[in-house]
């Protein structure tokens, strides 16, 4: 699956403002829309053939997400981040995904649904397997999701959320770097190493596979 460049064609009247969100949050996270290139309304009622009301609510859920920014005078773009700001993006992440799976030891794995950790892990290998990038970068954000989930905390999953989706930026702006650096399977293979991990329940070497997993060099 090729997802170089934005989709073209008309979106269906059924809710304009999901189904702009959607397709914008799509063309963001396959990095065929880059961190700072401009979201011109004129050129994306054109091409979704909607008006600029359902657009600019779309804009607006996308600022909510951490994946557009408005700046004054010169309209929407796709949001930027420092290098500072994704370092501390991955040790919030970490910091939130050691905390959840500290809340899961005292339970055993007997009382553990781990069927979305699994699940998304499959979708991640059946990506890997097609190249299909935003797939992937999907099917990561979900592996995580699940794995946070195991606390079974909904505020610590609320909290971290708005964090995973915002990396996928930075993974989005790495995709072509990271193919040409190296192969899919190893991202899938580091998912795997974080699963055995906890099936193992051995909680030194959950966090140093977390800890491996979490180095910024790879973010997938």
């Known amino acids: 699956?090729?997802?170089?460049?934005?989709?073209?064609?008309?979106?269906?009247?059924?809710?304009?403002?999901?189904?702009?969100?959607?397709?914008?949050?799509?063309?963001?996270?396959?990095?065929?829309?880059?961190?700072?290139?401009?979201?011109?309304?004129?050129?994306?009622?054109?091409?979704?053939?909607?008006?600029?009301?359902?657009?600019?609510?779309?804009?607006?859920?996308?600022?909510?997400?951490?994946?557009?920014?408005?700046?004054?005078?010169?309209?929407?773009?796709?949001?930027?981040?420092?290098?500072?700001?994704?370092?501390?993006?991955?040790?919030?992440?970490?910091?939130?995904?050691?905390?959840?799976?500290?809340?899961?030891?005292?339970?055993?794995?007997?009382?553990?649904?781990?069927?979305?950790?699994?699940?998304?892990?499959?979708?991640?290998?059946?990506?890997?397997?097609?190249?299909d990038r935003l797939a992937a970068s999907d099917a990561h954000r979900a592996f995580h999701l699940a794995l946070v989930a195991l606390a079974g905390n909904r505020q610590l999953l609320v909290t971290y959320e708005p964090v995973i989706v915002k990396l996928q930026l930075y993974m989005a702006a790495n995709l072509r770097l990271e193919a040409d650096t190296s192969s899919p399977i190893e991202g899938v293979r580091r998912h795997e190493r974080l699963l055995d991990a906890l099936l193992e329940g051995d909680p030194v070497r959950i966090g140093d596979e977390l800890d491996r997993h979490g180095a910024r060099r790879y973010f997938h």
Request: glycine share 8%; aromatic share 4%.
């Open 1 to 131: 699956m090729d997802n170089d460049g934005p989709a073209t064609g008309m979106l269906r009247p059924q809710s304009l403002v999901e189904l702009a969100t959607d397709r914008l949050r799509s063309e963001i996270l396959s990095g065929a829309l880059v961190p700072g290139e401009r979201l011109v309304e004129e050129q994306l009622t054109q091409r979704f053939q909607i008006s600029r009301a359902p657009l600019r609510e779309a804009l607006r859920l996308l600022m909510e997400q951490g994946l557009v920014e408005h700046l004054p005078r010169r309209g929407a773009r796709v949001k930027t981040y420092s290098d500072r700001d994704f370092d501390e993006l991955f040790a919030v992440r970490h910091a939130l995904e050691r905390f959840a799976l500290t809340q899961t030891g005292g339970r055993g794995l007997e009382g553990l649904d781990l069927t979305g950790v699994e699940s998304s892990l499959e979708t991640l290998r059946d990506a890997a397997s097609r190249s």
